[in-house]
T-cell receptor, first 113, second 108 residues
Framework: DAGVTQSPTHLIKTRGQQVTLRCSPK?????VSWYQQALGQGPQFIFQ???????QRGNFPDRFSGHQFPNYSSELNVNALLLGDSALYLC????????????FGDGTRLSIL | KNEVEQSPQNLTAQEGEFITINCSYS?????LHWLQQHPGGGIVSLFM???GKKKHGRLIATINIQEKHSSLHITASHPRDSAVYIC??????????FGTGTRLQVFP
């Protein structure tokens, strides 16, 4: 039973570029949440997807967008990259509102040069 | 202002010591998570609790709803317990608000 998988594991981009990160949820899960974790900080909630729609959003600009596919996998897109976007991006999956722990992937480490 | 506060930020201990990490949250929540993050970045969920106390091996988590406070205890600490421990408050919309984490190092 595969857990949450994220790709790629590492990524280097330059300012102004665009990036797409991918997440496959744990088998049986239907909800995907994305988090940004800057170095030395706790994760910050970006947004959550359920039934292919964004259900909740944290305090992130519109440069951050996402998508969920019919198979429940998800993408996080970031446009016009800034140096401050350098972080570990974590994906977590769960069953929608069933009050069980979220399962986390190992993250994608994004570095902006 | 972060709605979840953890202390201490850094903690060092000798193998065998009893360890306590504290977490306070500022508004009503539906549950409180304790998570463990290793240097590679992967996060493992240790506990989710909404009342009382839970125990798993050498780990114990408690929560006091009235005082909006939770603690994670590690008994007989071991170097393999070295990691960042994060508490996260779950609100009724499935949104997790994380603390900044406590970096624990246990020396032999």
């Amino acid at each position: 039973d595969a857990g949450v998988t994220q790709s790629p594991t590492h990524l280097i981009k330059t300012r102004g570029q665009q990036v797409t990160l991918r997440c496959s949820p744990k088998s049986g899960h239907d909800t995907v949440s994305w988090y940004q974790q800057a170095l030395g900080q706790g994760p910050q909630f970006i947004f959550q997807y359920y039934e292919e729609e964004e259900r909740q959003r944290g305090n992130f600009p519109d440069r951050f967008s996402g998508h969920q596919f019919p198979n429940y996998s998800s993408e996080l897109n970031v446009n016009a990259l800034l140096l401050g976007d350098s972080a570990l991006y974590l994906c977590a999956s769960s069953l929608y509102r069933n009050n069980q722990p979220q399962h986390f992937g190992d993250g994608t480490r994004l570095s902006i040069l | 202002k972060n709605e979840v506060e953890q202390s201490p930020q850094n903690l060092t201990a000798q193998e065998g010591e009893f360890i306590t990490i504290n977490c306070s949250y500022s508004v009503g929540i539906s549950a409180l998570h304790w998570l463990q993050q290793h240097p590679g970045g992967g996060i493992v969920s240790l506990f989710m609790l909404s009342s009382g106390k839970k125990k798993h091996g050498r780990l114990i988590a408690t929560i006091n709803i009235q005082e909006k406070h939770s603690s994670l205890h590690i008994t007989a600490s071991h170097p393999r317990d070295s990691a960042v421990y994060i508490c996260a408050a779950l609100y009724n919309t499935d949104k997790l608000i994380f603390g900044t984490g406590t970096r624990l190092q246990v020396f032999p």
